[in-house]
């Protein structure tokens, strides 16, 4: 089944494309990686799905329902069965971890009882149930990207956006959340679309790679594998050029 469906997308922001004629079919249960440099329109993309912001042009469906077409948002945010981890985490200081996972339970009418039972399950999903009644603040780096991702999946999403999530880490801690990613992704099965400039996160995370241009368009679009070798390839031919002229030259 198609999860998500963009059909010649473009989104602008003062009359700059962020997003442009992008057309891609995501499948239920995959884990899409959109990988390109900083202002391709990756975060748009997210936004986009989120129904944060409508496209100028073009459709976008989730599980063949239009939410969004033309310059209109048809089904608002909550409607759509997608949570977000935004790259900042956007926790709400103030609140514990238990609150911060309530927040959304309440705010879409889930009844007591369910909501404890939810937040006690994801705690425990995330191993962070000595942790439920500490503030961001008193938390790690690493235990602060298990909140917010928490916190999206106790709404049990079909689909999961992730922003850049890991890229205030160091390496050892990306990696090691990399995994609790995966994880998570195969326990609940949903949809991921996840968002990263760093080639190997791409790899490690996705069954699919988007690669953007600085222009908002689709460069490649393959499996890992494939993409991988594209890398290899556009390296080896980037050497070989280097080499020749160092020869002509020496």
């Known amino acids: 089944m198609k999860m998500v469906t963009f059909r010649e997308v473009s989104k602008y922001y003062s009359g700059r494309a962020a997003v442009r004629d992008f057309s891609l079919e995501v499948e239920e249960g995959e884990r899409l990686v959109i990988l390109g440099p900083s202002g391709c329109g990756k975060s748009t993309l997210l936004r986009l799905v989120a129904g944060f912001i409508p496209p100028d042009s073009g459709s976008i469906a989730i599980q063949g329902d239009i939410v969004a077409a033309d310059g209109q948002i048809m089904k ?7 949570g977000m981890v935004f790259q900042d985490l956007a926790l709400w200081p103030h609140l514990t971890v238990k609150g911060n996972l309530a927040f959304g339970l309440k705010a879409r009418g889930i009844p007591k ?3 404890e039972q939810r937040i006690g399950e994801i705690v425990r999903l995330v191993q ?6 500490a503030k961001p603040a008193e938390l790690s780096g690493g235990q602060q990207q298990r909140v917010a991702l928490a916190r999206a999946l106790v709404l049990q999403p079909r689909v999961l956006l992730m922003d850049e999530p890991l890229s205030s880490l160091d390496l050892e801690l990306s990696v090691r959340l990399r995994g609790e990613v995966l994880r998570l992704q195969r326990r609940l099965g949903f949809t991921l679309l996840y968002v990263t400039h760093d080639r190997e996160e791409a790899f490690d995370i996705g069954t699919r790679v988007v690669m953007m241009k600085g222009d908002g368009r689709i460069e490649r679009i393959g499996s890992v594998e494939q993409v991988r070798a594209y890398f290899q390839a556009r390296a080896t031919a980037s050497h070989l050029i280097r080499q020749n002229l160092n ?3 020496a």
């Open 76 to 82: 608002s945010p909550e409607k759509r069965g997608v």
């Open 113 to 115: 009882k369910e909501r």
């Open 128 to 133: 962070l149930e000595e942790y439920i009644r």
């Open 247 to 249: 020869d002509r030259s």
